[in-house]
C-alpha cells in the first residue's frame, strides 16, 4: 500500500509537484500520466526516496520515507528515467551486483538471475558491457535490475521509451504476468499502453492531478465514446441525414469517413447501422469507437495549462 | 554481505575494467623510479636507505590522486547512476566508505608493487627496514588524505576536469601549509596561535615525521582524523547535490 498525502515539491520558485495525494493498493498496476515536466518523475523521485519532499508525505507498506528509507528501497524495485547503469560492468556483472545489494545469495540468487536473464531475454548480451548495447538493450537492463528481488512495489519511469514494437510487447506482457498482489507504477507518454496493462490511470499536469480513474473511465470522457464511424465506398449526398437520428449530437466528416457522435454516452451503434441499411449505402465498414486516449489527454491536460 | 563490502567490490573490479587502475600503476612505478634513481640521486648519494624513494611521494600523489578520484561521484552524477545508487537499500555513507577504499586498495596496491626497490636496497646494504615499513604506511596514510580530498571535490561537480583542478589547488595547500609559501601570507595578520594550526596541517610534516621511521599517534591520527573529516564533508556535498 502506499499512501502518497499532499506531496509537494518545489525547486526554488518553480513548483514541479503540487499538493498531489493519492493511495496506491496491492493489485493495482498505475498508469501515471502527463505530459513532459508535469512532475511524474519528480513525483516516483520521492517515492523512492532519491529526492526530499518539500512538504506532504510518502508512506509505502506503512513505512514513512522520511523515517525509514531503507525499509522503504528494500521493497521497491526502481527504474529511474533513462535506465541509468554502470557502462562498464557487463550486465551479467551488474545484474550480479544489483542482485548482492538486494541480498540474494547462493541457490535463491542464481535461481532469480535465471529467471530474470530469461524473462527479458538477455541471454545474447549477458557478458558485453552495457555501454555497447543499443537502448533498447540497455532499458532491459535497468528493467531487469528493477525485478530481480521481486519487489512488491515496482516503479518504472518511462520502461518503454526507446523500444521497438516487439519489445514493448514483451515488456507489457512482464508487466501483466507480474503476481496479482503487487503495486505497479509506470509512467510513460504511450497512451495505449494504459489501456495495455493498467487498471488505474492518474493524469497530472503542472504538478497538480487531473484525473484518477480506471482507463475505462477516462475513455467514457472521450467525446469518441460510443461513436460509431462509418467507411463509405461512395460519400452519399444525404449523409447529414445521419444527424436526425435520436442521441446524435453530430457527425464529423473526412475524406470517405463519417464519425457520428453519442449523446450522453448512449449507444447508437443499432441505430446508425439501421439507418445505412434502410439508405442503402454502401460501406467498406463500421464500427464502434471505444474513446480516444489521446483526445482525451490533450483535453485534459490543455485545461491543466490554462488554469 | 555488508553493503559497504558489495560497493567496494564493484567500485574495486570497476577500476581494473575500465584501464584506470593498470595506467595508475603503470604510471606511478614508472616516475617513482624516474624521481628515485635521476633526481633523488639513489646511487650517488651512497646510502642505503629509500629516502629518495619516499621524498617525492606527495609531489606524485599531488596529480596521481587527483585524478584517481576525480570519477569517484562526477561520474555518479553525470551518467545518472546516483540515481539508481541512491534509491538501491545502501546509505551514503556505505557508498562513500566502499568508494573510498576501493581506491585507497589501489593505491596500497601501487606502494607494494614498488617492493623491488626494497628488495634491491637490502641487497646493496643493510637499510632500517623498521623505517622503510613506516614511511611505506605513513606514504599509504597520506596517499588517502589525498584521495579523501579528491573525493570530496568531486562530490562537489559534475564535471571531472572541474573536481581534478579543485582537488590538485586544495591538496597543493595541504602538502605546502608548512612552507614559507603559505605561511607568509598569512604572517603578520593572524595570530600566532592560528598560524602554528595552518603550519600544523602540513602533510609533508607528518608524512616526514613518520618516515623516520616514528610512526606517532599523533602523526597517524591526524591523517585518519583528516580523511574522516573529508569524507564526511563529501558525504554532505553529495547528499545536497544528488539531484541536480
Keep these: ?307 | 554481505m555488508n553493503m559497504t563490502h558489495i560497493i567496494f567490490k564493484r567500485e574495486f573490479s570497476s577500476f581494473f575494467s575500465t584501464p584506470v587502475a593498470y595506467v595508475f600503476i603503470a604510471i606511478f612505478l614508472i616516475m617513482s623510479g624516474v624521481f628515485t634513481f635521476y633526481m633523488g640521486n639513489f646511487y650517488e648519494r651512497g646510502q642505503a636507505d629509500l629516502l629518495p624513494f619516499f621524498n617525492f611521494h606527495p609531489w606524485l600523489y599531488l596529480f596521481l590522486v587527483p585524478a584517481m578520484a576525480m570519477r569517484t561521484w562526477s561520474e555518479e552524477r553525470k551518467s545518472g547512476t546516483i540515481e539508481l545508487l541512491m534509491t538501491l537499500p545502501i546509505t551514503t555513507a556505505q557508498a562513500m566508505v566502499g568508494k573510498f577504499l576501493a581506491a585507497w586498495s589501489i593505491l596500497g596496491l601501487s606502494l607494494i608493487l614498488t617492493f623491488p626497490l626494497w628488495i634491491m636496497v637490502n641487497y646493496l646494504g643493510a637499510p632500517d627496514n623498521g623505517v622503510i615499513f613506516a614511511a611505506y604506511i605513513g606514504s599509504w596514510l597520506m596517499a588517502g588524505a589525498f584521495l579523501s580530498i579528491g573525493i570530496c571535490m568531486s562530490a562537489l561537480s559534475k564535471s571531472q576536469v572541474v573536481a581534478f583542478i579543485l582537488a590538485v589547488v586544495v591538496c597543493f595547500l595541504f602538502v605546502l601549509s608548512g612552507t614559507a609559501l603559505v605561511l607568509d601570507v598569512f604572517k603578520g595578520w593572524v595570530p600566532g596561535i592560528l598560524l602554528d594550526t595552518i603550519a600544523s596541517l602540513s602533510f609533508l610534516q607528518h608524512f616526514e615525521a613518520i618516515s623516520k621511521g616514528v610512526i606517532a599517534l599523533k602523526d597517524v591520527g591526524y591523517f585518519v582524523i583528516l580523511i574522516a573529516a573529508w569524507l564526511y564533508a563529501g558525504l554532505v556535498i553529495i547528499e545536497q547535490k544528488k539531484a541536480q
Aim: include cysteine.
Design chain 1, 1 to 307: 500500500m502506499i499512501v502518497i498525502n499532499q506531496l509537494t515539491k518545489s525547486f526554488g520558485e518553480f513548483v514541479a509537484v503540487n499538493n498531489l495525494s493519492f493511495d496506491v493498493k496491492p493489485g493495482d498496476v498505475v498508469g501515471f500520466l502527463g505530459p513532459n515536466g508535469a512532475g511524474k518523475s519528480t513525483t516516483m523521485k520521492m517515492i523512492t526516496g532519491f529526492l526530499q519532499a518539500t512538504s506532504g508525505t510518502v508512506k509505502v507498506c506503512d513505512y514513512d520515507i522520511e523515517e525509514n528509507p531503507q525499509a522503504i528501497k528494500e521493497l521497491i524495485g526502481y527504474l529511474p528515467e533513462g535506465a541509468p547503469a554502470y557502462g562498464d560492468m557487463t550486465v551479467a556483472q551488474f545484474l550480479d551486483f544489483i542482485a548482492d545489494v538486494r541480498g540474494l545469495t547462493g541457490a535463491v540468487k542464481s535461481a532469480r538471475l535465471k529467471a530474470v536473464v530469461s524473462a527479458i531475454e538477455l541471454e545474447s548480451v549477458l557478458y558485453r558491457p552495457i555501454d555497447d548495447l543499443s537502448k533498447g538493450f540497455k532499458r532491459r537492463v535497468g528493467l531487469a535490475q528493477a525485478i530481480i528481488h521481486d519487489p512488491k512495489v515496482l516503479i518504472l519511469d518511462e520502461p518503454t521509451d526507446g523500444l521497438d514494437p516487439n519489445q514493448k510487447h514483451q515488456v507489457r506482457r512482464l508487466i501483466q504476468n507480474l503476481s496479482k498482489d503487487k503495486i505497479v507504477i509506470i509512467s510513460t507518454h504511450i497512451l495505449e499502453e494504459v489501456t495495455a496493462v493498467c487498471n488505474r490511470a492518474i493524469i497530472i499536469s503542472d504538478g497538480v492531478k487531473l484525473f484518477d480513474g480506471t482507463p475505462k473511465t477516462l475513455l467514457g470522457k472521450s467525446r469518441y465514446h460510443h461513436a460509431v464511424t462509418v467507411e463509405f465506398a461512395q460519400m452519399p449526398d444525404s449523409v447529414e441525414s445521419l444527424v436526425g437520428l435520436a442521441e446524435v449530437s453530430g457527425i464529423e466528416q473526412h475524406d470517405n469517413q463519417v464519425t457520428v457522435f453519442s449523446d450522453n454516452n448512449s449507444i447508437i451503434f443499432n441505430d446508425v447501422f439501421n439507418h445505412i441499411k434502410n439508405q442503402q449505402w454502401q460501406v467498406n465498414g463500421i464500427y464502434a469507437e471505444k474513446g480516444r486516449m489521446d483526445d482525451v489527454f490533450r483535453e485534459l491536460t490543455a485545461m491543466g495549462a490554462h488554469r
